[in-house]
């Protein structure tokens, strides 16, 4: 290996804590990854790392180390992406988070299209419904729905998702249609319990730009988006989700909307990066595509309004971690 290729696996270790994690992220053996690790600390004449059974940590050397690699690093990258021909054809591991229902409804089915375009790309789709560690999974992209916290991620706003209220049929005609938010004490709602912490969230409707919750009755809740709109289309309750993903039960009359005057304030959709100053070209080219594909379900990015939505109700709408 070379120095750069040196400082690259060394960076990857530091950010996984572990020499197995960051030889599965580098596609390398782990003997490969200890033993570049190992000429790096001779080369500098300095230990990095400290290595114990459970976990691996950096030495203060190593501290200083880790953001002058990752700067060299990032250098390079940036060198080479420099003077590629722009027509070249993108290739590599492309490593991507979205979340669970998007990845099913929206882009799993449209992959072939993409694979067409890029078919130098190798791409690892991870799907889920609780916001992941972008760093530490080695994860060169995520999709992310719900309001962001303050991270070192790199965050670029695609747009929002409209939510709107909607129940079955059959609900409906047992407990009847809410007409206003004062009958809604009067209804039971399925419960969205948040993957990472498992609390409910209340339900929310905006109201001259100021956010009202209420503490509903529920009898079921999920914590999962497939899960949630079952729940509703077996008459369990009143739900709120985005537009998009009911638009094909909408169509059939399987749900039917309520309180369209009533509804929460939409969700922020972002794209978010691990830090790093460039992106490289196979991110690009997702991001560029995944972007396409989500136009027609997304609103597109505004000026947030003065009420803000409290708590998440879909797929990975937990704040982002580092």
């Not at 004449?45 to 030495?59: D, E, F, I, M, Q």
Request: aromatic share 4%.
């Amino acid at each position: 290996m070379d120095r750069i290729d040196l400082l690259q696996v060394f960076v990857r270790v530091a950010e996984t804590g572990s020499f197995t994690r960051a030889a599965d992220r580098l596609g390398l053996p782990r003997a490969t990854v200890s033993t570049a690790v190992q000429q790096l600390e001779t080369r500098l004449g300095s230990r990095l790392l400290h290595r114990t059974t459970r976990r691996v940590g950096l030495t203060p050397d190593g501290e200083v180390m880790l953001e002058r690699a990752r700067e060299l690093v990032a250098d390079m990258e940036d060198i080479e992406q420099q003077f590629l021909p722009a027509h070249g054809q993108v290739s590599g591991r492309l490593k991507v988070d979205l979340p669970s229902r998007i990845a099913r409804r929206l882009i799993a089915p449209a992959l072939p299209g993409f694979f067409e375009r890029h078919p130098g790309i190798e791409l690892e789709l991870g799907s889920g419904d609780r916001a992941i560690d972008l760093v530490l999974e080695g994860v060169d992209c995520a999709l992310r729905v719900g309001p962001l916290a303050s991270s070192s991620l790199v965050a670029r706003p695609l747009g929002h998702f409209t939510l709107i209220n909607c129940a079955s049929p059959a609900y409906l005609e047992r407990h009847g249609t809410p007409r206003t938010t004062a009958d809604l004490p009067r209804h039971t709602a399925v419960n969205y319990a948040s993957p990472n912490s498992g609390r409910a969230a209340p339900w929310e409707w905006s109201d001259d730009g100021r956010t009202t919750s209420l503490r509903m009755r529920s009898q079921v809740s999920a914590n999962n988006a497939d899960i949630y709109i079952a729940f509703a289309l077996a008459g369990l309750g009143l739900i709120q989700v985005p537009a998009y993903d009911v638009r094909e039960h909408l169509a059939a009359g399987e749900l039917l909307e309520v309180l369209p005057e009533a509804r929460a304030e939409p969700l922020p959709v972002h794209l978010v990066y691990p830090h790093r100053r460039n992106l490289s070209r196979r991110v690009q080219a997702f991001a560029a595509w995944l972007e396409a594909q989500l136009a027609d379900s997304l609103d597109p990015p505004s000026r947030p309004g003065p009420a803000r939505l409290r708590k998440a109700r879909q797929t990975n709408m937990q704040p982002e971690r580092r």
